[in-house]
């Protein structure tokens, strides 16, 4: 069974940094697949946050998030980072990765990835 791991959030002051793991569980991430970060805040509607390739040569930011935000990933360990700094109460969210084949899709378009993540909260406090 195909499943991705998360991490677990946690609660931050504003300004502050915290980074979320995302390991693949019964395949194998990296040259395989692309993972993204996407998040939801209460009310809202999921946003594309952060996109790393299969073979981690190309990212993707959502704009709100540029400059502060870094995705990154582990191959030997087979995990997938989202580091976030100087972080904002807006940023407070369910964090959710989620993986689909080789390349990064629109983060319009969450409907393009095929395994998601349990999600990890995080609460940015003022």
């Avoid at 069974?1 to 693949?24: F, H, I, K, M, P």
Wanted: net charge negative; hydrophobic share 35%.
């Amino acid at each position: 069974q195909l499943r991705l791991v998360q991490s677990e959030g946690g609660q931050v002051q504003d300004g502050g940094s915290l980074t979320l793991a995302c390991a693949g569980s019964g395949f194998i991430l990296a040259g395989y697949y692309a993972i993204a970060w996407f998040r939801q805040a209460l009310g809202k509607g999921q946003e594309g946050v952060a996109c790393i390739n299969s073979v981690g040569t190309a990212t993707q930011y959502g704009d709100s998030v540029k400059g502060r935000f870094t995705v990154f990933r582990d191959g030997s360990e087979n995990m997938v980072y989202l580091q976030m700094s100087n972080l904002k109460p807006e940023d407070s969210a369910t964090y959710f990765c989620a993986a689909r084949h080789d390349r990064c899709s629109d983060l319009l378009r969450p409907s393009e990835y095929d395994v998601w993540g349990h999600g990890a909260q995080v609460t940015v406090a003022s």
